[in-house]
């Protein structure tokens, strides 16, 4: 509990950095119950997260009437987090910049990182209309230019990604009347009437009432901070935290869907970190470059895994080990390099002269962990580590670490029109969906920048889908 108020604390603090300073884009109003104890709407979504602003937005321009309810006191989702930037193809950027990246070669470098397994055909309609999607970013005022090594990357001119796009969309959905946005509310239950989805019961800090709608957007995100149900799809990834997610990334929308009979699709698959500190992952190359990497070791000050396996291997490993955490150790040689200053910073890691002094700040035993990494720089290794490093130059540097949700790569089945699919893969009438709660487009991998992609993509399908069809 304590961890969880915690980290509610650090997502308030972030947004009233980012976006504190800013006029709400809809006045937030909490529903009273009334009589009837029901709302009328014509599109109800479920998030006020990236996916879920895009989707509102989207409806409210194709003339319906739409109420977004967001169980948090304020908007974002982790889109407000992100530093990551937004996968392109085809745009004037790339021209410009002399590094061209097609329709189809976005297509299969999508394909080739998620091992074959993402749906071609959505996966086409993301890439066919990234192109669509950054122009509209422009067209509300945002500026990107290209990544400096990945030339399907874009990435903010200047500023923070997430808090950026969030902004803009704020500002944006002020221009409309036709949407209203209620903060604290948080949706419990789909309303499934005669085989349709007709609208979600929701409670607020007046009680429970239902909103009634002729469609539904979920937008409610993955399952950053279900790690019970991540276990449940995948056992090896059980006992992960929540520190890189925002608190109320809790797999509300699959909970919801399944409930009346959606299907999923590569639950299994889920992008996790093991070296995650709140709101930042530390690049797995400072405990496995060769010859200078540094080292991981439990709360017993010894080392436990092969640091030079895949981050997806390590995983488990530091998931076994006691409290599900690893503590992350290297030398003044590592912090030279660009991901070990980077962890030194970003992870506020703690520096000390000597091994024992890092010890005693970090909680460990100070002989203990001398007689590790004096084993270590002999070359002593029982986890079979591809490349020895050494851990000898000063200042050193620690930090603990544990398992993290960083994406969930699966979700709930869906069609080219964004709508749910039941597990019979038939659409469900009345019920859309946008974002992280959706599989189907990543399989076992998935490239940086293409989920805040697909959230404009089929945001903006889902808007136009549930208000027009």
Not at 18 to 40: H, M
Not at 101 to 130: C, R, S, W, Y
Not at 414 to 429: E, H, M, V
Request: charged letters at 20%.
């Amino acid at each position: 509990m304590k961890k969880k108020i915690a980290l509610l604390l650090v997502v308030l603090l972030m947004a009233s950095i980012f976006v504190g300073c800013a006029k709400p884009a809809v006045q937030a109003e909490e529903e009273p119950v009334g009589a009837s104890n029901e709302t009328l709407t014509d599109v109800l979504v479920i998030g006020g997260g990236g996916a879920g602003l895009v989707s509102a937005i989207t409806a409210a321009e194709n003339g319906a009437d739409v109420i977004l309810v967001e169980k948090m006191p304020m908007l974002g989702g982790n889109t407000i987090i992100s530093a990551t930037g937004i996968a392109a193809n085809s745009t004037k950027i790339q021209e410009e910049a002399g590094r061209p990246f097609t329709v189809q070669d976005h297509i299969d470098l999508t394909m080739e990182v998620g091992k074959d397994l993402p749906n071609l055909e959505l996966v086409t309609v993301m890439a066919e209309n990234a192109n669509d999607a950054i122009e509209w970013l422009l067209s509300l005022g945002l500026e990107y230019k290209m990544h400096a090594s990945e030339d399907h990357h874009l990435v903010p001119v200047e500023g923070h990604f997430g808090s950026l796009m969030i902004g803009a969309y704020r500002q944006e959905a002020e221009r409309f009347d036709n949407l209203e946005i209620k903060l604290g509310t948080e949706a419990t239950e789909l309303i499934f009437e005669d085989g349709k989805v007709v609208g979600a019961m929701v409670k607020n800090k007046d009680g429970e009432y239902a909103i009634k709608a002729s469609a539904v957007v979920l937008a409610t995100g993955g399952l950053g901070n279900a790690p019970d149900v991540i276990g449940e799809y995948n056992p090896k990834y059980a006992g992960g935290t929540g520190v890189m997610s925002t608190a109320g990334i809790t797999g509300d929308g699959i909970i919801m869907a399944t409930a009346i009979g959606a299907g999923t699709v590569d639950m299994e698959h889920h992008m996790m970190r093991p070296l995650a500190t709140p709101g930042y992952w530390i690049r797995e190359t400072v405990v496995s470059d060769e010859e200078i990497g540094g080292i991981l070791v439990n709360k017993g000050a010894v080392r436990f895994t092969n640091e030079t396996a895949s981050r997806w291997d390590m995983v488990p490993d530091v998931a076994a080990q006691e409290d599900g955490v690893a503590f992350v150790i290297f030398d003044a040689d590592v912090a030279e390099t660009s991901n070990g200053a980077a962890a030194i910073r970003n992870a506020r890691m703690i520096e000390a002269d000597t091994i024992e002094e890092l010890a005693a700040e970090l909680g460990l035993d100070p002989a203990t962990l001398a007689t590790t990494i004096e084993a270590y720089n002999n070359g002593e290794d029982e986890f079979g580590r591809k490349t020895m490093g050494k851990v000898t130059k000063a200042p050193f540097y620690g930090v603990k670490a544990e398992v993290a949700s960083h994406y969930s790569m699966g979700g709930l089945a869906f069609d080219r029109n964004a709508q749910i699919l039941d597990t019979d893969g038939n659409p469900i009438p009345g019920l859309y969906g946008a974002g992280e709660v959706l599989g189907g487009l990543y399989g076992a991998g998935r490239i940086f920048g293409n989920n805040t992609l697909d959230n404009i993509v089929f945001g903006k399908i889902a808007g136009e889908s549930a208000a027009t069809k």
